[in-house]
């Protein structure tokens, strides 16, 4: 987008947090558990994320379940993953929809066992007039893949003659994106000490405040989530203009 779209309310609060939740391998490595045990916790830690972050106000949080390039897991870890991602579709569904949370699914599905599209499918139209809080699993994701796929579907609409190419900007563009109804992060948190971004919402994070931290993804709490939180308060949001304390942007 050419501008970041503003928070309503309280400035202070990322009205959407993006986290990348890694570091359960590590977790489970560490007690002398299985990578399965890992993710299991890492799937509880999620569920307590979103509560939280109903808790504290915030209107939009996204979590990077399974990217495009985890199919190069082993075969038996990818389908305890995807036996982990069934039973939590089917049990967190009804509680989320009961606490008035909306699910989204972005990613390429095509890949996906039929039976989890199914669940995906019910869950998000059991959910789609929630308006509390909205939850986005990014699911077989990639940035990269989400750019060209918007490319894609704008250059076949231009080819139609249903789009006009000298109208294309950053923000008509955006919503060729699988996030085109959802505002872009302003806040995206990485857990277990890495400081990449790992091919996720790409074009979206252009404005993100960005905050790693060392705890594992299975020992992040509330209090994890309010500190980085707290982080994005104390940042000056200029957008590449003029700050009331600081000079131009370098």
């Known amino acids: 987008m050419s501008a970041p779209q503003q928070n309503t309310g309280n400035e202070k609060l990322p009205r959407h947090v993006a986290i990348i939740m890694d570091g359960n391998g590590r977790w489970a490595t560490a007690r002398g558990l299985t990578r399965t045990e890992g993710h299991r916790k890492g799937a509880e830690a999620a569920r307590h994320a979103v509560e939280a972050a109903g808790e504290l106000g915030i209107k939009y949080i996204t979590l990077f379940a399974f990217s495009s390039e985890n199919w190069n897991r082993p075969a038996d870890e990818v389908n305890d993953l995807m036996n982990l991602l069934r039973y939590y579709l089917k049990k967190e569904t ?11 699914v972005i990613g390429d599905r095509t890949a996906l066992p039929h039976d989890i599209v199914k669940l995906i499918e019910n869950a998000e139209n059991l959910t789609r007039d929630n308006t509390k809080i909205t939850v986005v699993l990014a699911l077989n994701y990639g940035g990269r893949q989400d750019i060209v796929s ?3 579907d704008l250059a076949k609409q231009v080819k139609a003659g249903e789009a006009d190419l000298s109208q294309i900007d950053e923000n008509s563009f955006s919503g060729y994106l699988m996030t085109g109804d959802i505002p872009d992060p302003d806040l995206m948190i990485r857990t277990s000490g890495e400081s990449r971004i790992s091919n996720f919402l790409l074009w979206q994070m252009a404005y993100a405040e960005l905050y790693f931290t060392d ?36």
């Open 94 to 104: 009804a509680e989320l929809h009961k606490n008035g949370a909306r699910i989204r």
């Open 150 to 152: 918007a490319a894609k």
């Open 215 to 250: 705890t594992l993804w299975p020992d992040f709490s509330k209090k994890d989530l309010e500190q980085a939180v707290a982080y994005f308060a104390g940042r000056d949001r200029r957008y590449g203009g003029l700050s009331q304390s600081h000079g131009m942007q370098g």
